[in-house]
């Protein structure tokens, strides 16, 4: 499995991805989830992807290898981010269209996959997107100003507290990683390390990067401090009462 | 949908369940999904459910009938929980055989259910269930002191964080209120009100059963000290670096 979450927010864009694939709990990988297409001073487009890792690489390096060849429509072409997402809706439904075609009767082989697109294109707002395994897909609004894909339930509580569109871009990266927490703790199929990304708006600059590992002395402190807060927070509730009125 | 919980601690037994049963959003109806079989002084057994409704319903009823009926075996009458587990197991493959074996071809009903049986039997300590729509099942241990059924993965976490065999069962249902309060957040085929007991090892004793709705005033007092809490800490929280070493 995986889990992957980005935020649109009044400041920009925040991407975080965990990079563990399996396939059963003996087929486990280290695979990037998080992929940047970027001309700089006009687009950055952020690609994260959760579901058949056949079928999410595949159209990765279709998106790549069409934008090197200046096969029309490309990535670097489109003029908006909804053509973007319309050209990525259909991607999908190529790669698992062609890959499903000779699935042998019977087969229960899923090949699908979610997509999260966020970015930004010239004189746009930044947007951000959630395609569907079927191509379809919805944009992220000021109601609900993030998309999950993946391992998404034990990492959306925290979020639903806290998370506005006001929230600075450092404060959601800090929320992003302690929902990953959540999630790596409560489920063996999501795992270091992570990769993450802000994007602020008109910038048209993708170097705010990073991976964090294990040892990353920011990502330890937040787990630390947010482990021993919820523990402490719990003690000081009061014990459900034994007597009580009926 | 359904969230169940069920905990399985040094002092005795922690159950809690919502009441909300949907098909689709436009069928959402309350229904109890706890209930107790005991006979005072030897046996107290309790039952939490979730899945298909027509089959969880059938199986409280027959597991009822039999009892009436001096029907053999029957909850009163096993000697221990392992043996009630078995009998829930049979009951389960018997109701869902039933209403499958008509099913029209190609349609997708889920008839499944699963089921949480705890309870003390005679000189047994307690001990906690979980049975599959197979019929199978697996016990509580000190490694993992409870159990969920349902939609269990947004309040994992919480339970994951802070609950011991030796957590008080005062505390214990606490966290059992949180992890459900958490799923109610996320969650809309969750819902209140919530049946909820405490059972003390060796008492034999099901009265402290509870109906917790809206206006419960110690639902409503951790509630918001929770969620106040949580606040608190993330905004203690340092934020995301932007200026980070590589």
């Given amino acids: 499995m995986t889990y992957c979450v980005a935020m649109r927010l009044s400041d920009g864009l925040v991407f975080a991805s965990?990079?563990?694939t399996n396939a059963g709990v003996d087929h486990i990988a280290t695979?990037?989830?998080?992929?940047?297409?970027?001309?700089?001073?006009?687009?950055?487009?952020?690609?994260?992807?959760?579901g058949n890792l056949a079928t999410t690489q595949s159209i990765i390096s279709l998106l790549s290898a069409r934008i090197q060849a200046g096969h029309?429509?490309?990535?670097?072409?489109?003029?908006?981010?909804?053509?973007?997402?319309?050209?990525?809706?259909?991607?999908?439904?190529?790669?698992?269209?062609?890959?499903?075609?000779?699935q042998q009767n019977g087969s229960t082989t899923n090949f699908g996959c979610n997509l999260l697109l966020g970015g930004q294109i010239g004189s746009e707002s930044p947007r951000l997107f959630h395609i569907y395994p079927e191509g379809n897909f919805?944009?992220?609004?000021?109601?609900?100003?993030?998309?999950?894909?993946?391992?998404?339930?034990?990492?959306?509580?925290?979020?639903?507290?806290v998370l506005t569109m006001n929230t600075s871009l450092e404060q959601a990266m800090c929320c992003a990683l302690i929902s990953i927490d959540s999630t790596l703790r409560s489920n063996l199929?999501?795992?270091l390390p992570l990769d993450v990304m802000i994007y602020r708006t008109g910038s048209f600059d993708s170097s705010e990067q990073?991976?964090?590992?294990?040892?990353?002395?920011?990502?330890?402190?937040?787990?630390?401090?947010?482990?021993?807060?919820?523990?402490n927070i719990f003690r000081q509730l009061p014990p459900f009462p034994a007597q009580r009125q009926a």
Same sequence: chains 1, 2.
């Fill in 18 to 20: 965990d990079s563990r």
């Fill in 138 to 161: 919805i944009e992220a609004t000021s109601d609900t100003p993030y998309f999950q894909i993946g391992e998404s339930k034990y990492g959306k509580p925290i979020i639903d507290r």
């Fill in 31 to 50: 695979f990037r989830k998080l992929h940047v297409f970027q001309q700089e001073g006009e687009r950055v487009l952020v690609i994260q992807s959760a």
């Fill in 189 to 191: 199929s999501v795992g």
């Fill in 72 to 102: 029309s429509p490309n990535l670097m072409q489109v003029d908006t981010l909804y053509d973007a997402a319309t050209l990525l809706g259909d991607t999908i439904r190529e790669v698992i269209h062609r890959d499903s075609q000779s």
């Fill in 210 to 231: 990073h991976r964090i590992t294990e040892n990353d002395p920011y990502f330890a402190a937040i787990r630390k401090a947010w482990s021993e807060g919820l523990v």
